[in-house]
């Protein structure tokens, strides 16, 4: 067994874990998995299938300036120095399909989160790990993740501000929207004064986060590039409480009913699962393909770290 990935887990975090905003100290910045070398291998393997790169305004920093891009054929050193002085954002997904090494770190991650807080249970085969590589001070904007979800910080320093996942934070009417696939994670209302409200963490290597299912959250980069983790997991719990947000989704929209309870149990739960089953949710979020219009190139000799080129439609 590989060192331990939580090597001074608290004991409160045991009984606080996805109830609360919690952060937990790991081991992962350590392993060599995460270095620039080892990451600059994964670029290199990762299929277009397997990741994003983005950017948006340096003034206008919202989610209409959002915009695409590719890697072209740049080494992997290339692209991180593009990341390290430019202005981008990485995403690699399923990074275990091209190195089946992470796919093994992924599986410590949850044994271990498991052994330490027993009521925590996933489904195996629908934890993700995703790995973010991102520019000095760039920003991801308000939104609120479907699953259960984990932040870990690798290298860099960034800020996190998580919000309550209760209205006015997070409004029944736009969580249920996200599920049925009719708007997008970024499209949820928000608002300034809302950052009274938040917990904000700045987020050091080796730290992790962890908070309560669908928490609103966005991110500051400080000044400096970034390397982080995300974890997803569903368990039993989560997809009930899914399908019955599906459910009341569909008896919002569908059969005009306003005041919806969100049950957890007994005749309401299952009456909406029942429900949201005749509906097919059985695959979790597996919903139509996306299309994305992509239309610059990582470029580490541009100031921003990328060139605009042609644009064309990407769908994956
Ligand atoms: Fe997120």
Known sequence: MADKIFPNWQAKNS???SKHIITEQHSL???ELFSDEALARLIEKTPRSNYHVNTHDLVNISKSTWRDGEFGDLSGEQVLKAVRDGHIWINIQRPWEADKAYGDVLDQMFQEMQ????????????????????SPKIKVF???????QALWQIRGRKRVYIYPNSEPFLKNE???KIILGRIDEHDITYQEWYDDYAEILDLEPGTMSHWPING????????V????LTTEHWNTDLRNHYAVRYANGLLRDSFGFKKLATPTSGFGLYARLALAGMHKISGLRKLKKMKYN????????????????PAYQLSK
Do not use: W
Not at 115 to 131: E, G, H, L, Q, Y
Not at 216 to 223: K, M, Q, S
Not at 225 to 228: G, L, R
């Open 15 to 17: 009984e606080l874990f």
């Open 294 to 309: 992509v239309d610059f190139q990582v470029d580490p000799s541009q100031k921003i770290g990328f060139k605009d080129i």
């Open 115 to 134: 052994a330490n807080v027993p009521s925590f249970t996933t489904m195996p085969d629908k934890n993700k790990m995703t790995i973010l590589i991102s």
């Open 142 to 148: 308000y939104h609120c993740d479907i699953p259960g």
């Open 225 to 228: 590039m970034n390397v982080s």
């Open 29 to 31: 910045h350590e392993n």
């Open 174 to 176: 736009e969580m249920e």
């Open 216 to 223: 609103p959250h966005r991110i500051e980069n400080l000044d």
